[in-house]
């Protein structure tokens, strides 16, 4: 679980000294997963992009962060609410049992999943701007 108020950078950090890689490990660990998908790269990440996005100078797109959540075995959601700046709580499913489902899915059908988790990740975002503009909680109290 990520300290409350960790940056996404200093979260990738934790994580990555946490398995104890370095930064140009973790860019060839995210082409690795990212060439699993239909969504892969022509070649890894280099040292300097993931020290980019640990000083937060940069932040990873969609599909880094659904390969960073494979890395280090956390959900996406984790990894959204520490984007977000929203405290991480308990999750109601185990993201293991998610990823086991996910690895029996064919590309098509990743594909499709992965297209419903960015909507949701998009609507949770709009629903955290309305929430933050208008000082309400999502449910409207």
Known sequence: MAKKNMTLGEYIASQRAKIKISQEALGFRVFAERQKTQHSVSRPLSATAIQKWEKDINQPNFHNL?????????????????AEGVEDRTETVEWTRIKTWLEVLNKEDLALVEAVIEKIVVAG????????????TLGGK
Do not use: D
């Open 125 to 136: 975002n709009k629903q955290y701007q309305e929430k933050s503009n208008t000082g309400k």
């Open 66 to 82: 659904m390969a960073l959540s494979v890395i280090f075995n956390v959900s996406p959601i984790t990894i959204r609410n520490i």
